[in-house]
């Protein structure tokens, strides 16, 4: 079956790196995604992996996928006051392409 | 490049009530998608278009919500009669195709039913 899990809190310091999880069940995806998203807002895209590579580094942000345990981390470098959002993994279905989404990681920084 | 635009921001019913929605894909983007998106929960696809057909509808209560987009460029999400479990974001994205392209997300319709 298609089902997206996600941690639902995380608090760090200002400065510190957070590490947000995910596993998904469908080994047939194709993309798995990271997007933000802010009180009252839409989903921003954030970075996305290729389900053939094992990782992929864009600024502050890196991306772990480890196909065989089907697990899927997002990293925030200096994580800022401005990174406080609710973050979502998403995994694209090879058929048609829809998303499945986690229910999301509500990221807390604190001062 | 403009992103995607949705429109009402906000709307409030009573139950039983009508509502429509409005979705503008980013330009040139083939497929577009409408999420319900309930409070504490991740988005849901609720239909799928390519160009003006669709390809996913399976999760869409068809005997109250229907969609529409009928020249593959703009599209409209309604619910007649609105239910309490109706409350929700209805979110509207778009892709250049349909696998292997991000999706872009609109800001949403909140929606709160009476």
């Known amino acids: 079956g298609e089902d997206v899990e996600q941690s639902l809190f995380l608090s760090v310091r200002e400065g510190d790196s957070s590490v947000i999880n995910c596993t998904y069940t469908?080994?047939?995806?194709?993309?798995l995604y990271w997007y933000k998203q802010e009180p009252g807002a839409g989903l921003q895209l954030l970075t996305y992996?290729?389900?053939?590579?094992d990782m992929k580094q864009d600024q502050r942000l890196t991306v772990l996928l480890n196909k065989k345990d089907k697990h899927l981390s997002l990293r925030i470098a200096d994580t800022q006051t401005g990174d406080s959002a609710i973050y979502f993994c998403?995994?694209?279905?090879?058929?048609?392409?829809?998303?499945?989404f986690g229910q999301g990681t509500e990221l807390s920084v604190k001062p | 490049e403009a992103g995607v635009a949705q429109s009402p921001r906000y709307k409030i019913i009573e139950k039983r009530q009508s509502v429509a929605f409005w979705c503008n894909p980013i330009s040139g983007h083939a497929t577009l998608y409408w999420y319900q998106q309930i409070l504490g929960q991740g988005p849901k696809l609720l239909i799928q278009f390519q160009n003006n057909g669709v390809v996913d509808d399976s999760q869409l209560p068809k005997d109250r919500f229907s969609a529409e987009r009928l020249k593959g460029v703009d599209s409209t999400l309604k619910i007649q009669p609105a239910k309490l479990e109706d409350s929700a974001v209805y979110l509207c994205?778009?892709?250049?195709?349909?696998?292997?392209?991000?999706?872009?997300f609109g800001d949403g319709t909140r929606l709160s039913i009476l």
């Open positions: 469908d080994s047939s995806s194709t993309y």
């Open positions: 994205a778009s892709s250049l195709e349909t696998v292997g392209q991000p999706q872009h």
């Open positions: 998403a995994e694209s279905m090879r058929q048609g392409g829809k998303l499945i």
């Open positions: 992996i290729f389900s053939n590579m």
